[in-house]
């Protein structure tokens, strides 16, 4: 176990106790989330190593990864997926001028797909072996298990996108280096990250399922993804809701606190936390944001 003893973003050590979370998909064990009260951004802490963390990937509901129509659930999400992707690719369009585009941690590489589909020269990054072989598989994409970025040329990439991705990253201020450094001058990340400042978050609190200890390290709130790009050399263009993802989180949240689904419930808590993040500070469940690098 691996304890952190200062804020990756402000390097502040005065870590204070938030939350105990259960991991509720392999283990069930119990972990501790810290604050930092200078940036809000929260820690699991202690968390596995790189030795142990792997087994907590290891759930048959790890379905990011999958692609599986057993039950209405998965239906359901399947469908939602297609619309999101479709929806990140035209963000995407919209924003960049190149198109050269590498999506970091591609999982089985429907994204990427579509982004091949719509004219980008695609890269991928993905370190699960099992998902890297199905995206190269079903979509014969390129994609490396080389996490560090090494495989690229300086400003080689037009746009990179870590769709909740950040929050499993071990190093951050590592890897934002290595993407400011192969982005080219006038490119743009898209990152995709949950926020704990969330209504729904609230709501569920310890049993809210974006905690997703331990393979969450890194719990966002907005200051804290734009302090930790600011601190890099970026700035951020445009922040984006993503919709869907109060009522995934909600489903499952409602799952981890009573032991089953409640479809109704978790889409009225779902569309409350939509409301309440347009019409508030807080923001919503999850959300994106769009960086370029300073002129
Ligand atoms: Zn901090």
Known sequence: MIKIKNCPICNNEDLIHYINCRDHTVSEDEFLIVSCETCLLKITSPRPS?????????????????NRK???????????RIYT??????????????RVHLDYGCGTGEFLNACAKSGFETHGVEPSKKARALAEKNYNLSVTGNTDL????????KSIS??????HVDNLNNLIQQIKKILSE??????????????DCDYYKEYWAAWDVPIHYWHFSSKAV?????????????KKPMLFDSFYISLLSEKYRNGK??????????FASNLIGAFSKKGYSSQIYIFEKNK
């Open 226 to 238: 734009v302090k930790l790009f600011k601190k890099h050399g970026f700035k951020l263009v445009q």
């Open 186 to 199: 006038d490119g743009k990340a898209f990152i995709a990250v949950p926020n704990h400042e969330s209504w």
């Open 150 to 157: 090494s495989n690229f040329k300086k400003g080689e990439i």
């Open 261 to 270: 689904y409640n479809f109704i419930k978790s889409f009225i808590i779902g």
């Open 85 to 98: 992707t479709e929806r990140k690719v035209w963000l995407l369009k919209k924003n960049t001028k190149g």
């Open 50 to 66: 790189e030795n142990e963390i792997y087994k907590f990937y290891e759930s048959e509901n790890y379905i990011s990864h999958t």
């Open 162 to 167: 870590l769709w909740h991705v950040l929050e």
């Open 70 to 80: 057993s039950s209405f659930f998965d239906w359901v999400y399947q469908l939602v």
